[in-house]
Structure formats: structure tokens, C-alpha cells
Nanobody, 129 residues
Framework: QVQLVESGGDLVQPGGSLKLSCAPSGFAFDYYAVAWFRQAPGKEREGVSC????????LYADSVKGRFTISRDFAKNTVYLQMNNLKPEDTAVYYC??????????????????????WGKGTLVTVSS
């Protein structure tokens, strides 16, 4: 069964850090671009970051540039999102996603969804004092 499993969400104080992980079940990440999204209560889903499998190139939303870093470990078949200097407005459910139907190795910078079509169930990040 194909699944994406996110982990690492927690309650953290403003200015703190968290590292989220995303691992697939039933397939390997090797040939897929992988992206992180978030959705805050009452708001639309927002693309946060994306990493290509072909050359490791990355994309970031303006709101997280300089604070978040996406990375991947092919040996562990895992993609990470390191989040530093967290702010209350970062509070959201964070989802990872892949272009499952197209097996696309690159992030589509012109797409609101980076070209992704399959999402995990998410992990909750709460930034509050």
C-alpha cells in the first residue's frame, strides 16, 4: 500500500526549531521530487518547499526563506524539513507530497502545488509560548 508518513510535529516556543521527516511506504523516493505543504486553520494549503531528485535543486516559499531547509537522504529514503526561528504564524498541519502519477523528478516552480498530486496525512506543528 502506498503511503507517505510525516513525523516530527510538536509544540514549540517562538524562536525554536523542529525537524520534520517524511518517509514513503510501498515505494522509494529515488525518482520523485518531494515537497512540503502546510495548512493553518481556516486557511488554504500553502506550498512551503520542494526538492528535486534529479539535481537536488530546491524551492522555498518567501515566508520561510532563510529559516527552513529541505533535504533528502536517499539511503534512508527520507526527506526532511528543518525549521528554525519558528513563528506563531508557522502553526499548521504540515504535509509532504510527491508527483505519484507522473513520477516527475523536478519541482514545478510555476505550479502552486509544485506539480504534486499525492499527499500524506500530515503532522501538527504548533508554535506558541
Amino acid at each position: 500500500q502506498v503511503q507517505l508518513v510525516e513525523s516530527g510535529g510538536d509544540l514549540v516556543q517562538p524562536g525554536g526549531s523542529l525537524k520534520l521527516s517524511c518517509a514513503p511506504s510501498g515505494f522509494a523516493f529515488d525518482y520523485y521530487a518531494v515537497a512540503w505543504f502546510r495548512q493553518a486553520p481556516g486557511k488554504e494549503r500553502e506550498g512551503v518547499s520542494c526538492i528535486s531528485s534529479s539535481d537536488g535543486s530546491t524551492l522555498y516559499a518567501d515566508s520561510v526563506k532563510g529559516r527552513f531547509t529541505i533535504s533528502r537522504d536517499f539511503a534512508k529514503n527520507t526527506v526532511y524539513l528543518q525549521m528554525n526561528n519558528l513563528k506563531p504564524e508557522d502553526t499548521a498541519v504540515y504535509y509532504c507530497a510527491v508527483p505519484l502519477s507522473t513520477v516527475r523528478p523536478v519541482c514545478v516552480s510555476t505550479s502552486r502545488d509544485y506539480g504534486m498530486d499525492y499527499w500524506g496525512k500530515g503532522t501538527l506543528v504548533t508554535v506558541s509560548s
